[in-house]
């Protein structure tokens, strides 16, 4: 008995003429992330990859975990193959269906007929294997509207696939689709899930991280390193660029207002971003903002902020509550190293009575009253680079 996998398209079925483009590099990206497994054969037909292990030792179990987080993939199923006979099928899938089977109680088929050429139309497909599971599994009992099983043949050009369950993929369009860009990354909850949502949406994100030693811990930087190391599994390769932020955060509180300390100090990283942007090929900045949440993050205080920024700052998670990011963070396995009370930059010195609707002319007046560029300079210099891979630092 073959068995494969098949990874069905999710957004990118949807394309025109540039699909075959979204299709190479999904292609390209499951490659990467199964390589460790062993070989396969990978085949692209009807929307579909179809992922043929060269090796019976390899965990299909394990490959298609993997899969699960690969942005691109609509649907996972674990298929048997076999020849486009349906007393071929009938007489194969019972030992192939036994373990799932024999576990639950109630199940369904659901046939899928893309070759018209198969003699059964789609109706006597499904009441035909469903009479042979029930013969073989006198126990279950069938429930079409919520069964515990669903068992699905598809007869397609190449075969027929039977399968018992089928996994949602993480949906989205392929990373590095889209472009790159660059992420500032705190530490915090919100940070890692902008990163996932922009992945999603086809952008190869690295990081960006500012820290101020003695004020910040080597355990806050090695809690951002463990959040680039979990996004890998979604985001792939991860480049991680560690700002020294010291001198330029007691630059500022011995020369601004308290009041516009936070302000100021999100334009300067903003600007400090710029820079690596534009040395690195990126095309846009990405944060964590959510709406009101802090003080830093009204409307007044977003426009400053946007102000210093010379390229697009998407804010993914802008619109949602404290929950909703949560709830991402937690299925995505950051929410945990999130919560860690190892504090980052942008907790120093906190101002006790923060700007809530600052007015930029008196940020800039504010800013300008003091050259940071020497400092700003000598910061982008001293840059640290980490670079992770499948979860792993080079």
């Given at each position: 008995m073959r068995e494969v996998i098949m990874a069905k398209y999710g957004e990118i079925a949807l394309k025109g003429l540039n699909k075959n483009t979204f299709e190479d590099i999904l292609v390209k990206n499951i490659k990467r992330r199964l390589k460790a497994l062993g070989g396969f054969v990978y085949t692209r037909m009807q929307s579909t990859i179809y992922i043929e292990p060269q090796d019976e030792s390899i965990d299909l179990d394990e490959a298609t975990d993997m899969l699960a987080t690969v942005f691109g993939i609509g649907a996972i199923q674990r298929s048997a193959v076999y020849e486009k006979d349906m007393e071929?099928?009938?007489?194969?899938?019972?030992?192939?269906?036994?373990?799932?089977?024999?576990?639950?109680?109630?199940?369904?088929?659901?046939?899928?007929?893309?070759?018209?050429?198969?003699?059964?139309?789609?109706?006597?497909?499904?009441?035909?294997?469903?009479?042979?599971?029930?013969?073989?599994?006198?126990h279950l009992t069938v429930d079409v509207h919520n069964p515990e099983?669903?068992?699905?043949?598809?007869?397609?050009?190449?075969?027929?696939?039977?399968?018992?369950?089928?996994?949602?993929?993480?949906?989205?369009?392929?990373?590095?689709?889209?472009?790159?860009?660059?992420?500032?990354?705190?530490?915090?909850?919100?940070?890692p899930v902008a990163a996932y949502m922009m992945a999603k949406r086809g952008l190869i994100v690295d990081g960006i991280h500012f820290q101020s030693p003695p004020y910040t811990s080597e355990r806050a930087l090695m809690k951002v390193q463990t959040l680039c190391k979990k996004l890998t599994a979604?985001?792939?390769?991860?480049?991680?660029?560690?700002?020294?932020?010291?001198?330029?955060?007691?630059?500022?509180?011995?020369?601004?207002?308290?009041?516009?300390?936070?302000?100021?100090?999100?334009?300067?990283?903003?600007?400090?971003?710029?820079?690596?942007?534009?040395?690195?090929?990126?095309?846009?900045?990405?944060?964590?903002?959510?709406?009101?949440?802090?003080?830093?993050?009204?409307?007044?205080?977003?426009?400053?902020?946007?102000?210093?920024?010379?390229?697009?700052?998407?804010?993914?998670?802008?619109?949602?509550?404290?929950?909703?990011?949560?709830?991402?963070?937690?299925?995505?396995?950051?929410?945990?190293?999130?919560?860690?009370?190892?504090?980052?930059?942008?907790?120093?010195?906190?101002?006790?009575h923060p700007k809530t609707k600052p007015v930029l002319s008196e940020i800039e007046r504010a800013e300008n009253a003091f050259d940071f560029e020497p400092l700003i300079e000598q910061a982008i210099k001293d840059i640290v680079v980490y670079r992770y891979k499948v979860g792993a630092e080079e």
């Open positions: 071929i099928i009938k007489a194969q899938c019972v030992d192939y269906l036994k373990d799932t089977l024999e576990a639950a109680r109630t199940f369904k088929v659901e046939a899928k007929r893309s070759d018209k050429s198969f003699p059964l139309k789609t109706p006597d497909i499904q009441v035909a294997l469903g009479d042979t599971i029930l013969d073989a599994f006198p099983i669903t068992v699905f043949c598809e007869i397609r050009d190449k075969g027929a696939y039977v399968s018992a369950g089928r996994i949602i993929g993480a949906g989205g369009i392929p990373v590095g689709s889209s472009g790159k860009a660059l992420l500032l990354l705190s530490g915090g909850i919100d940070s979604y985001c792939g390769d991860i480049k991680l660029y560690c700002v020294p932020f010291t001198e330029i955060q007691e630059a500022l509180r011995d020369n601004c207002p308290e009041e516009f300390f936070t302000i100021i100090m999100r334009r300067l990283m903003m600007k400090i971003a710029n820079r690596v942007a534009d040395s690195n090929d990126y095309g846009a900045l990405i944060t964590g903002e959510s709406m009101g949440q802090v003080a830093s993050q009204t409307l007044k205080a977003i426009q400053c902020t946007d102000a210093a920024a010379q390229y697009p700052v998407f804010r993914p998670v802008i619109g949602m509550d404290k929950k909703e990011i949560t709830d991402i963070a937690r299925k995505i396995d950051t929410f945990e190293t999130s919560v860690l009370p190892y504090e980052d930059c942008c907790t120093v010195f906190t101002p006790k």
